[in-house]
């Protein structure tokens, strides 16, 4: 919208419905930049901080049935099938249940001979 805003800038400069678009153009890329850089990481830390399970003590037991998450408002098994990829960086992991969505496992949570042993049990029981 922009590029095509410049080129009828350069190509009609003297019409006004060319400079009507340019305020509008200015106006829609203001609005676009808050929504990208403000709206939707304030939107996503209202999320994570009106919900209560994100805030309390979360336990992983790892075993060759799955993954057992524990808090004061969780208690589930999630089976190793159920992940179809998973990834791995410096500080975390990060197990996709599905395309686009991740749990995200922080490696400090593990000593590194378990963080070690967690990425080789990743590696067998959840193909890439």
Same mark, same amino acid.
């Given at each position: !919208? ?18 009507? @678009?340019? =305020?509008?153009?200015?106006?829609? =890329? @203001?609005? !676009? ?8 990481? !304030?939107? =996503? +830390?209202? $999320? ?5 399970? #994100? ?8 075993? +060759?049935? @799955?993954?057992?998450? @524990? &808090? ?5 098994? *999630?089976?190793?099938? &159920? ?20 749990? *995200? ?5 593990? &000593? &590194?001979?378990?963080? #070690?042993?967690?990425?080789? !049990?990743?590696? $067998?029981?959840?193909?890439?």
């Amino acid at each position: !919208m922009v590029v095509l805003e410049v080129f009828l800038l350069i190509e009609r400069p003297d019409e006004a419905w060319v400079k009507q @678009g340019l =305020a509008f153009t200015i106006v829609y =890329a @203001g609005l !676009m930049g808050f929504v990208y850089w403000k709206a939707i990481p !304030m939107s =996503a +830390d209202r $999320q994570f901080r009106n919900t209560p399970s #994100a805030k309390g003590i979360i336990t992983l037991n790892v075993s +060759d049935v @799955g993954l057992h998450y @524990g &808090s004061s408002t969780t208690d589930a098994t *999630v089976a190793w099938n &159920s992940y179809i990829k998973w990834m791995e960086d410096k500080v975390v992991f990060l197990l996709f249940p599905a395309p686009k969505i991740f749990i *995200v496992i922080p490696k400090r949570a593990f &000593s &590194s001979e378990q963080c #070690a042993s967690f990425s080789e !049990m990743l590696r $067998q029981k959840i193909k890439k």
